[in-house]
């Protein structure tokens, strides 16, 4: 399908933008495609977005946009104009997310550019099942995922953020051409961290993710290049 590189998306979870520039310039030869987050992209005012252009890299602009209907269409309309390669909204309500997907369409269109993949945010990675019960969810996060999953598909988003734990199910109930955005990515020696639902690369792609976002295994590494090639390479020969 694609190499390693294709399916790597690296997060600069950092708020200084002296240091996203310094991580960008260290992977800029074994990384193309960059997450900026909400923290990133708040605490900078969106200036690793400009920077990460001037680099001619592609660009995951991870904002979660989740809000009334007319609010997610503006935002991703702004997003578009922005020339991202992928976004992310929460999976909502069927018609809100189609008319996220109508608007990108539209606005590629009129911009005569390539539109943005739209993934539908399924279940936090930070979430576990008694988590859910917390909030009044009687259901599993796989449970959650595939049912929010199949609503992304039925509103026209391109495909869904979830965790590697239950990629297979949801590509077994939307089929292999939904995009599986799979973040939660730990090599086996890394530490997990906050995350509670992790999975390596290897596995992950086993398990049919398309794309895997990795952080602080590669940002806080000794040698971010290297452990960015590493984990390509692991991908590839998944």
Known sequence: MKNGKDRLIVAIDTDD????????????????IFKVGL??????????????????????????????PNTMKSAVRAAVRDNVWLMTIHVSDLEGMRQCALVAKEEAERLNIEKPII?????????????????????????????????????????????????????????????????????????????????????????????LVVGRPITQSENPKQSAIDIAREIENA
């Not at 933008?17 to 193309?32: P, R």
């Not at 200036?47 to 904002?63: A, H, P, Q, R, S």
């Open 17 to 32: 933008f002296d240091k996203a520039k310094e991580l960008i310039d260290q992977l800029e030869d074994s990384v193309d």
């Open 39 to 68: 923290e990133q992209y708040v605490a900078t005012k969106g200036k690793t977005v400009d920077y990460l252009k001037e680099k001619g890299k592609k660009i995951f602009l991870d904002l979660k946009f989740h809000d009334i």
């Open 119 to 211: 993934v539908g945010v399924t279940v936090l990675t930070s979430l576990s099942n008694e988590d859910l019960q917390d909030i009044g969810c009687n259901m599993t996060t796989e449970e959650l995922a595939i049912k929010r999953a199949k609503l992304a598909k039925e509103s026209g988003i391109d495909g869904v953020v979830c965790s590697a734990k239950e990629v297979d199910k949801i590509v077994e109930a939307c089929g292999k051409d939904f995009a599986t955005v799979c973040p939660g990515i730990r090599p086996s020696s890394s530490s997990v961290g906050d995350q509670k639902r992790v999975v390596t690369p290897a596995q992950a792609i086993k398990n049919g993710a398309q794309y």
